[in-house]
């Protein structure tokens, strides 16, 4: 008993340190470019980007952000790039949901490195999977030269946005842009390609070219303010459509115009009225253990996410190595699927590791997300695996098979779907359970998560063979100490890239989250895909049977 309680104690302190870690972090970049960068912005009588975004807001609503580790710890050779210098996230603006994406100037003038275009694209990406207008607080640069190469040509780069800008366009997804400072070459087609723009007055400007290379490529000697000013667009050429005073009128336009927007279809979700979970959610931070090798009963981690902890289990005694059922999320119904992590013994006397994948488990899953889908019941994955079985009596069980349908029922699956990564996200395991690749609306991390290919203590010891094989092959002797001191810069090494922080900066999921926030994310996810019809209807094609 004193054993018990000395582990839950440690879990619970070891789970709030990385919770503190996190704050920490977030709160670090929220700084931007810093208080010099912050105060050259704000003698200019500009509203910092934050700033911006809570003036916009609706009052005592919050502002839901995603990518807040975008590019972290990156580009250092360049200074860095917090939160790859725009902030992105959804918002209710005159009682309406949206999409919000606003540069930060602190950050290199707002300049566009390659994690700054992803970002955006993901911004994008999520206003029209939702159907939900986009606003952009436009204060740019342009491309960031010195990484021109990575962020230009390809088909992902900056010139997939004005692509989707078109593609919005045509399917009717409202775009709204505010031209707040500069906005200059390529990245002049954002809000000009956007339904409507306004400008901010002796701030705002506008051009393919600036002063500097007008004068280098044709001679001509103009200021920037003439050459692509707020009276300029407003008055003269009509490619804006609102000349503002200043940030705070320019804000107040925009709310003024979303309150206008038509009604949408809705895709119909089942929603009552919300209960909070009968057990403490608090108690998640004593229930996780210490190390994501240790085994735990998801049940308890569910039974303080659902609302009124009440989860109808579907197939409880059958592939019990993954959990499904049906509850519901701050009054939305959901589908949940996830891996119970404590060893546990099927009818036949099997004993299954937890968070591993088993033939009947994969078998169950893909069941249950069909019928999600028959249904019209948004799924929520909860991921902490390891990946499927493996050995000789499994691939004779057909794993690989079983495996497959499952793979096949996510993704071609039709109702949203959303990811929260608890624990272990291990190879084929991440894609089973609704990775990054299989389309979530929206996927998040604990700060116990850890995503990569396979385990690190596996991994490492692969990585140093094949090292030490090269270095053998140019007649290098290998010590044990050596060994050792190989074994543990690969160890760290490998760590280092499975960590949600790396994750995140990388967009692999969308934030980290406080555990106790898992709700609000979800349901917040589901009230924007409600804002889109499911027009395509769910078909798996051919299933391995």
């Not at 960068?37 to 952000?65: C, S, V």
């Not at 659902?306 to 701050?330: H, M, P, Q, T």
């Amino acid at each position: 008993m004193l054993d018990q309680q000395l582990e839950i104690s440690r879990n619970e302190d070891i789970n709030k340190q990385l919770l503190y870690e996190l704050k920490s972090r977030r709160k670090k970049l929220h700084l931007g470019g810093g208080e010099k960068a912050a105060a050259k912005q704000k003698e200019k009588g500009k509203l910092l980007a934050r700033e911006r975004i809570a003036y916009l807001i609706d009052p005592t609503t919050e502002f839901t952000e995603f990518g807040t580790f975008a590019a972290y710890e990156m580009y250092a050779e360049a200074g860095g790039c917090p939160a790859a210098g725009v902030i992105t996230g959804l918002g209710y603006v005159s009682g309406r949901l949206c999409v919000i994406v606003a540069n930060d100037a602190t950050v290199k003038a707002g300049a566009w490195f390659p994690m700054t275009a992803k970002k955006n694209l993901r911004a994008q990406e999520i206003a029209m999977e939702n159907h939900l207008p986009i606003i952009y607080l436009v204060d740019s640069a342009g491309v960031y030269l010195p990484m021109q190469d990575e962020i230009f040509p390809d088909k992902e780069h900056f010139g997939r946005i004005f692509r989707n800008n078109a593609i919005m366009s045509s399917k009717g997804i409202v775009q709204i842009a505010a031209i707040m400072g500069s906005c200059v070459a390529g990245g002049a087609y954002l809000p000009i390609m956007s339904d409507e723009a306004l400008i901010v007055e002796g701030t705002g400007s506008v051009f393919l070219a600036g002063s500097y290379l007008v004068k280098s490529a044709i001679g001509e000697d103009i200021d920037n303010e003439t050459l692509g000013g707020a009276t300029t667009h407003s008055e003269i050429s009509g490619v804006t459509d609102y000349k503002c005073e200043n940030d705070q009128d320019c804000l107040d336009k925009i709310r003024s115009l979303v309150d206008k927007i038509g009604d949408n279809l809705k895709a119909g979700f089942n929603r009552v009225a919300a209960k909070m979970p009968l057990y403490d959610q608090k108690e998640i931070y004593k229930l996780l253990p210490d190390s994501r090798d240790k085994q735990f009963e998801m049940l308890d981690i569910i039974h303080r996410l659902v609302d009124n902890s009440e989860f109808d289990e579907y197939k409880e005694l059958y592939g019990k190595s993954i959990l499904c059922g049906y509850a519901r999320i701050n009054g939305w119904a959901v589908g949940i699927v996830a891996n119970q992590r404590k060893v546990v013994k099927s009818k036949k006397g099997e004993m299954q590791f937890g968070g591993v994948i088993y033939s009947d488990s994969a078998d169950k899953a893909t069941r249950f997300i069909m019928n999600c889908n028959q249904k019209k019941i948004p799924l929520v994955f909860l991921q902490d695996v390891t990946g499927f079985m493996v050995g000789s009596r499994s691939e004779q069980g057909g794993i690989i098979k079983d495996g497959a349908k499952m793979v096949n029922a996510v993704a071609n699956s039709v109702v949203p779907k959303f990811t929260i990564v608890i624990g272990n996200s291990y190879g084929a395991g991440n894609y089973a359970m609704c990775g990054k690749a299989y389309d979530p609306r929206f996927i998040a991390a604990w700060p116990t998560a850890k995503i990569a290919v396979m385990g690190g203590s596996q991994a490492a010891k692969t990585l140093l063979q094949i090292q030490e094989a090269s270095l053998k092959a140019k007649g290098e002797e290998i010590t044990d100490e050596k060994e050792q001191k190989l074994l543990k810069e690969i160890t760290d090494r490998y760590n280092n890239q499975t960590t949600p922080y790396y994750a995140a900066a990388r967009l692999w999921v969308d934030e980290i989250i406080d555990p106790l926030d898992t709700r609000k994310w979800i349901s917040i996810g589901i009230e924007a895909a409600n804002h889109a019809p499911i027009e395509k209807p769910f078909s798996v094609g051919v299933l391995q049977v």
